[in-house]
């Protein structure tokens, strides 16, 4: 049994890398991340979390719920402090007030939870910065295992660093995945799921003024043919949040850049036939915006791991937004990687890495993957396409079901049945 403990890389210092690494320094396991960017950061707007999200972020560490709590945004109206959002009719062509009614509403034992990616990641910064985790300017562009059973890792800058591990949080573009697949599998690939997204943030006031305070300061899902948009409350009230989607035949111009320039008048016209409510929000984006291509990894990996390397959050299952819950798995994968890295079988000697992340493909990979397929899906759902069409009880029922699936899970659950895998594993090898 090696007496020295193994250490870890983490290659992304997003969300995913970030907790990761909070999480396993919190249980003292040698950890390094290796971000490219000269700093962490976050890009998107905002983001929303659900409970079984919340229930990783404590098992993660405290701080990391902490920081959630500290930058977290809800409904604005106690009555909607379990509305996770109100589904309303986007193309309703009503010119009365601006008030509407809701379609059907869907609950959430946590209600809405939006925050922006950046300052969330802000605050979780604040729980490492101290502990000289993280280096930067570190773009990974090869790696491999030594004959001494090392990882080497090549960056773009001409360094290399060696560790016992590599754990890949380096998002949908993810060098590890490529390492994993094989360069020449359609899973190495990220795809575009032909939908694109303008996100813009609305002084809240300016909302309340345009569309009414109950539409405004809590969550809304705005329906419509080919097109949805989402609303809800950021920076504790004084924001709106919104995301308009549009389904196009046309593919992706530029695969290299995940957004592109745009106007407002061209998010005008994209959504001409949609109610005044709707429009009266879009013509208060800024003028200047961008387009934000959504993409997901379409083609499943055979497994997250390979060896002595493996695959956590977007760089193994990146996923549309539509169900609210990329974020939130990512955090589900740190704790049950870091539940699963701190038992005492893991202790680096011959085959007890590779059986640890043998162990978190067993119990992550089925679960994210069902969330790749669901969102795309879900996505479809909101705009009328597929045999659903408008029948909205059944859009209510398929959505209910699916947000059950995603936050009645029991993470400590989850947790614990990684290591009973884990001690099979283990098993195999002794």
């Given at each position: 049994?090696?007496?020295?403990k193994?250490?870890?890389?983490?290659?992304?210092?997003?969300i995913?890398?970030?907790?990761?690494?909070i999480?396993?320094?919190?249980?003292?396991?040698?950890v390094?991340?290796y971000?490219a960017?000269?700093?962490?950061g976050?890009i998107g707007?905002?983001?929303?979390?659900?409970?079984?999200?919340?229930e990783a972020?404590k098992i993660?560490d405290?701080?990391?719920?902490?920081?959630?709590?500290?930058v977290?945004t809800?409904?604005?109206?106690e009555?909607?402090k379990?509305?996770?959002?109100?589904?309303?009719?986007?193309?309703k062509?009503?010119?009365?007030?601006?008030?509407?009614e809701?379609?059907?509403?869907?609950?959430s034992?946590?209600?809405?939870?939006?925050v922006?990616?950046a300052?969330?990641l802000?605050?979780m910064?604040?729980?490492?910065?101290?502990q000289?985790l993280a280096?930067?300017?570190k773009r990974?562009?090869?790696?491999?295992?030594?004959?001494?059973?090392?990882i080497?890792m090549?960056?773009?800058d001409?360094?290399?660093?060696?560790?016992?591990?590599?754990?890949g949080?380096?998002?949908i573009k993810?060098?590890?995945?490529?390492?994993?697949?094989?360069?020449?599998s359609?899973?190495?690939?990220?795809?575009?799921t032909h939908?694109y997204?303008y996100r813009?943030?609305?002084?809240?006031d300016?909302?309340?003024?345009?569309i009414?305070e109950?539409?405004?300061?809590?969550?809304?899902?705005?329906?419509?043919t080919?097109?949805?948009?989402?609303?809800?409350?950021?920076?504790?009230?004084a924001?709106?949040?919104l995301?308009?989607f549009?389904?196009?035949?046309?593919?992706?111009?530029?695969?290299?850049?995940?957004?592109?320039p745009?106007h407002?008048?061209?998010?005008?016209?994209?959504?001409?036939?949609?109610?005044?409510?709707?429009?009266?929000l879009?013509e208060?984006?800024?003028p200047?915006l961008?387009?934000w291509?959504?993409?997901?990894?379409?083609?499943?990996?055979?497994?997250y791991?390979?060896?002595?390397f493996?695959?956590?959050g977007?760089?193994?299952h990146?996923?549309?937004?539509?169900?609210?819950?990329?974020?939130?798995?990512c955090i589900?994968?740190?704790?049950?990687m870091?539940t699963?890295?701190?038992?005492?079988?893991v202790?680096g000697?011959?085959?007890?890495?590779?059986?640890?992340?043998?162990?978190?493909?067993?119990?992550?990979?089925?679960?994210?993957?069902?969330?790749?397929?669901?969102?795309?899906?879900?996505?479809n759902l909101?705009?009328?396409?597929?045999?659903?069409g408008?029948?909205f009880?059944k859009?209510e029922?398929?959505?209910?079901a699916?947000?059950?699936?995603?936050?009645?899970?029991d993470?400590?659950?989850?947790?614990?049945?990684?290591?009973e895998?884990?001690?099979q594993?283990?098993r195999?090898?002794?």
């Open positions: 049994m090696s007496s020295q193994p250490t870890y890389a983490i290659i992304g210092g997003g995913a890398g970030l907790t990761l690494g999480a396993l320094n919190k249980r003292n396991i040698n390094v991340i971000e960017a000269a700093h962490f976050e707007a905002g983001v929303a979390f659900t409970a079984n999200a919340i972020m993660c405290p701080g990391v719920y902490e920081a959630f709590q500290h977290a809800h409904n604005q109206w009555s909607k379990n509305v996770w959002f109100d589904f309303l009719d986007g193309m062509m009503d010119q009365d007030s601006g008030h509407q809701d379609l059907f509403s869907i609950s034992p946590v209600g809405m939870n939006g922006h990616r300052a969330f802000d605050e910064v604040k729980l490492v910065e101290d000289h280096h930067f300017g990974l562009i090869d790696c491999e295992e030594t004959e001494d059973g090392k080497l090549k960056f773009k001409g360094t290399t660093a060696t560790a016992d591990a590599l754990i949080c380096d998002g993810s060098v590890i995945r490529h390492k994993i697949a094989g360069s020449d359609p899973a190495a690939e990220y795809v575009y939908k997204a813009g943030l609305i002084d809240m300016d909302a309340v003024a345009a009414g109950e539409r405004a300061k809590n969550a809304v899902m705005w329906l419509g080919g097109r949805h948009v989402l609303t809800f409350p950021v920076n504790k009230g924001t709106m949040n995301v308009a549009c389904t196009t035949e046309k593919d992706w111009p530029d695969y290299t850049k995940s957004t592109l745009a407002r008048e061209e998010a005008l016209k994209d959504f001409e036939g949609f109610g005044p409510n709707v429009m009266k879009l208060m984006v800024k200047e961008d387009i291509g959504i993409f997901n990894l379409e083609h499943e990996l055979e497994a791991n390979k060896g002595k493996v695959v956590v977007d760089a193994g990146a996923t549309s937004p539509h169900h609210g819950s990329g974020a939130g798995f589900e994968d740190a704790a049950i870091a699963i890295l701190a038992d005492p079988s202790t000697s011959p085959g007890t890495i590779e059986a640890a992340f043998e162990a978190y493909n067993t119990e992550r990979k089925v679960r994210t993957q069902w969330l790749v397929q669901h969102s795309r899906r879900q996505g909101y705009e009328y396409l597929g045999e659903v408008r029948d009880n859009i029922q398929e959505i209910t699916n947000n059950f699936y995603i936050e009645g899970t993470v400590h659950g989850l947790c614990s049945k990684a290591i895998t884990l001690q594993e283990i195999k090898i002794n």
